[in-house]
C-alpha cells in the first residue's frame, strides 16, 4: 500500500509521490529477466510516441528494440515485434 500525493499538475501532466506505508514479501522466488519481452515492452512505448511525431531517434531505438526482441524472445515476442514493425 501507498500513500499518494500531488506534488504539482500542469494541463498535461501530474507529478505525484508515492510513500510505502505496508508491504509484504509474497514469495522469494527468483524470476529468470525476460530480455526479449521487455524490448517489445520498449518498442512499444517507442512506438507511442512516434506514431505521433515520426521522430527518426525513435525509429531507431524501435528497431533497435525489435532486433533484441528477435534475437533473445521466444516465438510470442518475436510475433509480437513484427506485428508492431507492419503497424508502423
Known amino acids: 500500500m501507498f500513500e499518494c500525493r500531488l506534488e ?5 501532466a501530474s507529478v ?4 510505502p506505508v505496508h508491504e509484504e514479501i ?7 529477466f525476460n530480455r526479449g519481452y521487455a524490448a517489445v515492452i520498449d518498442a512499444t512505448v517507442h512506438a507511442t510516441r512516434y506514431v505521433v511525431n515520426r521522430d527518426p531517434d525513435l525509429r531507431r531505438m524501435i528497431d533497435y528494440d525489435l532486433g ?4 533473445c524472445g521466444g516465438k510470442q515476442e518475436q510475433k509480437t515485434a513484427n506485428i ?5
Do not use: D, Q, W, Y
Open 68 to 71: 533484441i526482441a528477435r534475437k
Open 8 to 12: 504539482r499538475s500542469t494541463g498535461e
Open 16 to 19: 505525484v509521490s508515492l510513500e
Open 26 to 32: 509474497i514469495s522469494t522466488v527468483v524470476r529468470p
Open 84 to 88: 508492431l514493425n507492419k503497424f508502423l
